[in-house]
Structures are given as C-alpha cells and as structure tokens.
C-alpha cells in the first residue's frame, strides 16, 4: 500500500472519535501505540478525499442546442390510458436530418438518462433526479434523426418482472387491462405495442426486454453483453424493442458500438464496424428459401419447463415448438438440442444478482471503471434512511436482505456462481458451434393478473415465478437472446382474453445477424397474430 503524502493540514477536521466511528462499524479494537498512526493515516487520506471531491464533474458533451429539450411534463390521466408513461418530452434534431430514423417516434426506459427530463426509476424512495447528460443510445438516436416522445415506466428501480411495482401505479397490458406487460421495460412495451411510440430502448438485467416483448407481441433483443453501450449494473443491457424485426435491426445499428464510456463495451467493434444489419436483411425479402444451410436447435430444457405445472402452461410450449417448425419450411434444419446446465442458469443468476446488485441499492458503486453517475449515488443512499426503507418496495427490499445475507453467510457464493457461468457459457458455444441459434419459449406461461396493493409480499412475488427461466441466462454468459411473437393463446382463466406467446431466439456473442436473419425471415412469411 501507498500514500500520496502523510502531511496533515491545521484545518483537518478528522479526530479520534471519527477513527473509534470506523471501528465500532467493523467490530474491532486498535492496540494503543497503534491508534495515533491509524489516525495520521485517515487525515492523510481525508486530504486526498478533499482533492477528488473538489474537482470538477465531469460528464459526456450533450448538445441541447442542436437537440433542444422541449414540451417537458408529466401526463394527466387522460394522456396515460395504460400508465406506461412516466414524463413526456418532445427532443429532436433543429437541423435537416435524413438519417435511418428520420421520422420514428421513440420512448426510453425511464432507468436511461435523457438530459433536462427528469428520471424516476420507477421509485418514490428518492425524487428530482434530472439528469444533465444524454446516455450514448439517446445522443444516438437523436443523430439518426429519431423524435424522442418521452420516458417509459420501468418497474420500481428496474427490478420487477411483472408490471404493478412502479411508483406511479400498474402498467396495464395493451390485450387486456389489469393483466401484467412484464417487466422490467414495461412502459416501454404498452407504448409500443399500442402505437403510442414507433419503438424504444428497454434495459434488460435478467429478461427485462424480453419479457415485456413476449406479453405486448414486440421483438425485444438483448444484445451480445457491451455491444451497445449502457451505464447499469454489472448483468444489464440495453436493447431495442419494436414491432417489427427489421425495425429493431435498424434501431441496433444505430445504437451499437462501442462509445468509450461504458467499460464493458471493450471488445465490442466501433459503430463504423458494425454489420448492416437492416440492408442485409432487406436482400432476404423475396428470396423464397432464406434459411437453406441454417440449423436451428430446440433447447429440450427451455420447453420441459413449460409442462411443469403452476403458473407454466404446455401451451406455450407447443405453441413455440409448432412455430419453429416452420422454418423447416424456409430451408433450415430444425432438431431438438439438450443442454442439461441450462436448468441451473436461472439459480445461478438469483445468486449472482442477489449479491451483485447489493452495492448499487445500497448507493455504492460496483468496482467497474466506465463512467459513473455521482447525483444517483447519493441519491441511492436514501434507502439507508427509515424513511427511505420504508418507501423501498418489495423486489428490491428482498434484494437487498438476500444479498446482505449471502455476503455474510456465504461470501465465496458470488465467486462460484461467476466461475459456474463459465461452465454454462461454454455449454451454450457447444451447442453453437453445431447449429446457428438456439430457440426456447421465451416465457412459458401467459400474462398474469396484477396483484392488488393490499396483497402480501408473497403474492406479489408469486406472480412471476419462473418467468425468468430462459431469458436470465443468457444475461450472465452475454449471448445475445431476442424474442418474437409466434402467435396467441387464449387466457386459461378466461377464454375470451388472447394473448401473445414469444419465441426466443439465442446466438453466438456478436452474432445478432444470424439471429435477426432466422426471425425476419419468419416474420416476412408468417403473421404471428392468426398463427
């Protein structure tokens, strides 16, 4: 260990009551000749701290002169019919702009910063957040030419599958009011799907673009880890969601590459690298056999969950199984794949993301290097407050006993479980290195009902158990995983409701155009919604 200098200053203001703080937090005594070296050591690093602290922040450049933030405002009622709005804004390009998005509406995770527009998580454990720099995607999609309309609710603190946690009330689903959209992106699914907004960038930790895509009949990607840059948690992604494949591929080559901010985002290529993706799909159109060389692995684990009782319905299996046999038709081979591990890859992400995502609830930082938001840490730090626990909601309180627990039961679980996904990674690489994506259901149930505010904890919980089987894996071994819609089925508590059933399609790192040509190349042949 080093310092930078042992020389302590007259204005100080470190005393011995702050070093006896420090060590009645950790449990534990200094020797007595110890304790005045102890002390010159804190006030040398406070006057270090003092320098850091007195720095200017430092940010990306935002151009709100060229994008100008206008029409900023919370909806009434009347304007949020699904309540998947969280603020509505209008920020667009003021010079002429003919670029892939000219023209397109969008909407925004509202765990994304948007400069000038403010940022509620999802959450009332904190309030007046307003960001004051555009997220890479943002600044993006504004260059492409795209409207930005307004932020979309996520679920309270983005950690929710289901769509009733946020702050602002349930998000209703577009077939059915009181029925969940999924979550965590779950405004951004309503909005979408209802025609409110062309498409939008969800975040997705452990399926949270996904899941919403799969219950409002969107294509939702979550792309190869880093490829598109993102400023969250060590297991989150950022990726489009849209109505239409080819829409999401154009959307992904506008938002992809890496931005120098986003650390996770090192291997991944520059945006003047990445693949064409819209104009090479757009070739496959009229081509009558699109598929032929192509084969496809059923993953047998991702079905069998279907048929294993509670909330999972065989339907959606065989309705996904009935769908992918359809590329049969388009010249692809499709056969059954077994990978055993995958039924544990949804355990060990609970583990990884119980004990991962500890550091950020509780304000921290996670020991990444990319850029960091320094107002949203301090204002994290409300859920140490009585008050800050109190207003702290289910999912994220469990999240924070559990983790706090295995760190101090278990604390070699994180290491194993991060060590165990290396054995998954490299069994999904086995099996694609045989066949060119891997599909599953996306979710192997339809969509739940809301639960009622009065409801315990448990029943809230309830109503996403197992939701996350097949799409939380591939959060931690990074392949990219999109879902699309095969077809509907009607409620089974109510015949006359219909709803979607998604299909997830999961390929090589880096390899979103095989994923996007085997689903455009359904969707250009079949329409999903008389499947």
């Not at 452990?206 to 948690?233: D, H, M, N, Q």
């Not at 320094?374 to 469990?398: A, C, F, H, I, Y």
């Not at 809230?460 to 089987?469: A, C, D, N, P, T």
């Not at 994923?515 to 999903?528: C, I, L």
Request: aromatic share 8%; net charge negative; hydrophobic share 35%.
């Amino acid at each position: 260990m080093s310092v930078t200098s042992l020389t302590v200053s007259p204005s100080n203001p470190i005393s011995k009551m702050d070093l006896q703080t420090v060590l009645g937090k950790l449990g534990q005594k200094l020797k007595p000749d110890e304790e005045p070296d102890y002390l010159v050591l804190l006030q040398a690093l406070h006057e270090s701290v003092e320098t850091v602290l007195n720095l200017p922040d430092y940010e990306p450049h935002t151009d709100i002169e060229r994008f100008p933030r206008e029409n900023v405002y919370y909806p009434k009622p009347e304007e949020n019919i699904h309540s998947g709005w969280a603020w509505k804004c209008s920020i667009h390009d003021t010079k002429p702009n003919d670029g892939p998005l000219n023209g397109r509406k969008l909407v925004i995770k509202d765990n994304i910063t948007v400069a000038g527009v403010d940022c509620l998580l999802g959450t009332s454990m904190f309030s007046g957040w307003k960001p004051t720099a555009d997220a890479t995607v943002v600044t993006r999609i504004l260059e492409a030419g795209g409207s930005i309309i307004g932020k979309a609710v996520c679920e309270n603190l983005s950690l929710g599958a289901t769509s009733f946690s946020a702050a602002t009330g349930p998000v209703h689903n577009p077939f059915a009011r009181g029925y969940s959209t999924g979550g965590s992106s779950s405004g951004c699914g309503v909005l979408i799907a209802s025609g409110e907004a062309d498409m939008g960038m969800g975040g997705d930790q452990g399926g949270s673009v996904r899941i919403p895509a799969s219950w409002c009949g969107l294509f939702g990607l979550k792309p190869t880890f880093g490829l598109v840059p993102y400023t969250e948690p060590t297991v989150d992604h950022t990726g489009p969601m849209t109505r239409t494949c080819l829409d999401n591929a154009i959307l992904l080559k506008v938002t992809a590459g890496r931005d120098g901010l986003d650390d996770r985002g090192a291997g991944a290529p520059f945006p003047s690298k990445i693949p064409d993706y819209p104009k090479i799909l757009a070739q496959l159109k009229n081509v009558e056999k699109p598929l032929n060389g192509f084969k496809l692995g059923l993953v047998k684990e991702g079905f069998d969950i279907c048929d294993k009782g509670g909330l999972n319905d065989s339907r959606v299996g065989l309705k996904v199984r009935e769908a992918a046999q359809k590329w049969c038709e388009l010249g692809a081979t499709v056969e059954d794949v077994s990978i055993p591990m995958h039924e544990i890859g949804a355990t060990l992400w609970v583990c990884i993301a119980r004990m991962g995502s500890l550091p950020v609830l509780w304000g921290g930082m996670s020991g990444r290097s990319g850029y960091q938001m320094t107002e949203l840490t301090k204002k994290m730090q409300n859920v140490r407050t009585e008050e800050g626990w109190e207003k702290t909601p289910w999912s994220p309180k469990n999240m924070i006993l559990n983790g706090t627990y295995l760190w101090d039961k278990h604390p070699e679980l994180y290491g194993k479980a991060i060590n165990q996904i290396r054995r998954l990674r490299a069994a999904y690489d086995e099996a694609l290195s045989e066949y060119h994506v891997l599909v599953m259901p996306t979710i192997p149930y339809l969509p739940t009902t809301h639960a009622p505010p009065e409801a315990s904890v448990l029943e809230k919980i309830s109503r996403s158990l197992g939701q996350i089987y097949n799409t939380s894996p591939f959060n931690t071994t990074g392949h990219p995983a999109l879902s699309m819609p095969v077809g509907m089925l009607p409620a089974r508590e109510d015949e006359s409701l219909r709803f979607p059933v998604g299909l997830q399609i999961a390929g090589r790192h880096l390899d979103e155009l095989s994923v996007y040509t085997v689903a455009y190349a359904w969707e250009n042949k079949f329409d999903w919604k008389y499947f």
